[in-house]
């Protein structure tokens, strides 16, 4: 059995770790959809002021709500939905510092304000880069974690952190950044003609 979940997980990991792009890309509505279930969530919980960790029934429907919307957008409002994302990380960042040196005064305002129109024009910047470096990280691991799991091989347990399993997983971030880096223009260009069509350019 461990042979086979082994197996399994070097798979998805190889798959991820090449291709994590164009798996993005492939099945954006997907992630999406997650995204905007857990706008929803978030803002039903807002709403209501409920921080038990379960969802009530505004929760479930903005969250299914948010999901067939953000599913449903069309390809060409995607750079805009990047600027939002990127402003409300920022904005999570910057009431997160506030947090940590409990200046929660007007600066909590002006650090949320700075930190959404930094993120939100950076993250557009860095988008796809950002979506390669996160994929190539848990494709490597998952990838070592199979290979770990189908043959025992001390090398490839990532719990032992030794020279010889840094190294591997070095080599995998680098060959998975690689093959990404090389192929994300074409990606990208496959994004960009479906946008135009989408919008009727």
Request: glycine fraction near 10%; charged fraction near 5%.
């Amino acid at each position: 059995m461990n042979i086979l979940i082994g197996l399994l997980e070097i798979g998805i990991g190889l798959a991820i770790l090449g291709f994590g792009l164009f798996l993005f890309y492939s099945f954006r509505p997907v992630f999406y959809a997650l995204y905007g279930s857990a706008l929803g969530l978030w803002l039903a919980n807002a709403i209501t002021g409920n921080d038990s960790g379960h969802m009530n029934l505004l929760g479930w429907i903005l969250a299914i709500a948010g999901a067939v919307i953000f599913a449903c957008l069309p390809p060409y409002l995607s750079p805009f939905l990047r600027i939002f994302l990127g402003a409300q990380m920022g904005a999570t960042l910057g009431f997160a510092v506030a947090n940590v040196f409990n200046w929660w005064t007007w600066l909590a305002v002006v650090l949320a304000l700075l930190g959404a129109l930094v993120f939100a024009f950076a993250l557009p910047l860095a988008f796809d880069l950002l979506i390669v470096m996160a994929s190539v990280m848990v494709g490597a691991s998952l990838t070592m974690s199979g290979v770990f799991d189908a043959t025992g091989l001390e090398w490839f347990n990532r719990a032992t952190s030794g020279a010889m399993t840094t190294t591997i997983w070095v080599v995998l971030l680098v060959a998975g950044y690689t093959w990404q880096n090389r192929n994300i223009s074409k990606w990208v260009k496959k994004q960009v003609r479906e946008q135009m069509l989408a919008g009727g350019h």
